[in-house]
């Protein structure tokens, strides 16, 4: 029994920054900080990648696949493909439909120019779905979701009361860099985390999810954070810890969404 091991990384590069901040765009220390993911963080993670041979996947908003095509090249060139993550970044909770449906077309359209490829999943840019997405999602004929955190396995998706036969691959917090490593001066009480506790919390849920059929490993993280030299020894030594275990499989999401995907509609219809 093997656990699929997903690791994903949302490349947001300054939208993550300017998205929270409408003046953010005018502040270039702000900004700057999220131009080390494409420019600096990018190139060490694929590296390593490398170096493991293993899969990854990598969720850009459209605004930042127009803007950095150097670094879209070269996840393509080593073997990689791209998701969907909104097309600005903009917190999507009140934004009205055809506003959404604008941000999904956009990007859509963005990242089918710079890949040739439509993306088959999407992961939210707010961490929170509208009442409006999942029915976005269906439109575009993607087929998994990333973005639920109720549970360690696959399952299909609601559209609250209504079934949907796109598949959710949930994440955690405990297993984000966002809320270890993402600093700013300008809130209050952040702080960030030692690299050795991040490992700790990472294997351990690794070595416990092992143990338990049918659930997946996923991390979720951004080139501007895990990308600098102390984090990524956090995520080399998980891989290396993973491997070791002799009983991870590294996969794409979308590998892992295919390879799901027809068990999960069959057991909906035997229902
Ligand atoms: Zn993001």
């Not at 996840?75 to 998701?83: P, R, S, T």
């Not at 993306?119 to 439109?139: D, I, M, Q």
């Not at 009983?247 to 999960?264: Q, T």
Request: glycine share 8%.
């Amino acid at each position: 029994m093997t656990t699929p091991v997903l690791l994903t990384f949302d490349m947001d590069a300054e939208l993550l920054w300017t998205a929270r901040d409408p003046e953010g765009a005018g502040k270039p220390v702000w900004v700057s900080q999220g131009h080390y993911g494409p420019n600096v963080g990018l190139p060490r993670i694929l590296r390593l990648l490398k170096k493991y041979g293993i899969a990854a996947s990598f969720f850009v908003p459209g605004q930042v696949v127009e803007r950095y095509p150097a670094a879209i090249e070269s996840i393509l060139d080593a073997g990689f493909v791209i998701e969907h993550h909104s097309h600005t970044h903009t917190w999507s909770d009140n934004l009205s439909r055809d506003q959404e449906a604008e941000e999904f077309g956009l990007a859509a359209e963005a990242i089918v120019k710079a890949t040739g490829r439509a993306p088959k999943g999407w992961r939210s840019p707010a961490a929170e779905l509208t009442p409006h997405s999942v029915s976005l999602l269906e439109e575009h004929g993607m087929i998994f979701s990333s973005n639920l955190f109720d549970a360690d396995s696959v399952h299909l998706l609601d559209d609250r009361e209504r079934g949907t036969d796109i598949v959710e691959i949930p994440f955690a917090w405990a297993l984000v860099d966002t809320p270890v490593f993402m600093y700013t001066n300008r809130v209050a009480g952040r702080v960030m985390s030692a690299p050795s506790a991040v490992l700790e919390t990472w294997t351990r849920e690794f070595d416990g999810l092992v143990e338990e059929e049918g659930t997946h490993f996923m991390i979720g993280m951004h080139p501007q954070f895990i990308g600098r030299s102390s984090r990524l020894w956090v995520l080399e030594q998980t891989i290396k810890h993973a491997l070791a275990s002799g009983r991870a499989e590294f996969l794409s999401c979308a590998d892992y969404a295919e390879r799901v995907r027809p068990g999960l509609l069959a057991a909906k219809d035997a229902r």
